[in-house]
């Protein structure tokens, strides 16, 4: 069930990605919830480390929201310029 739990964060939290980053993005189902798991592992492990929140605060979802943001940003600069 964790790795299911897993998906379905990274897919909700993919698409509130999607919502707030203004212009179209041309991805589809399986990789807005790749960009969402990126997002969540990426704020995960940065902000716990440096000490913004602990494991289970609510600021974990919305860094996990800001993280999948920066990577769908970073993403549309890699296609951009390809």
Do not use: C, N
């Given at each position: 069930?964790h790795?299911?739990?897993?998906i379905?964060?990274?897919?909700?939290?993919?698409?509130?990605?999607?919502?707030?980053k203004?212009g179209p993005d041309?991805?589809g189902?399986?990789?807005?919830?790749?960009?969402?798991?990126?997002?969540?592992?990426l704020?995960t492990?940065?902000?716990?480390?440096f000490?913004?929140?602990h494991?289970?605060?609510?600021a974990?979802f919305?860094g996990?929201v800001?993280?999948?943001?920066v990577l769908l940003?970073?993403?549309?600069?890699?296609?951009?310029?390809g």
């Amino acid at each position: 069930m964790h790795l299911l739990g897993v998906i379905i964060i990274g897919f909700v939290v993919g698409i509130i990605a999607r919502l707030l980053k203004p212009g179209p993005d041309g991805m589809g189902f399986i990789m807005t919830t790749l960009v969402g798991i990126g997002g969540a592992l990426l704020a995960t492990y940065a902000g716990q480390t440096f000490g913004f929140y602990h494991a289970g605060e609510t600021a974990g979802f919305i860094g996990a929201v800001v993280g999948a943001v920066v990577l769908l940003i970073g993403i549309s600069m890699v296609r951009s310029r390809g």
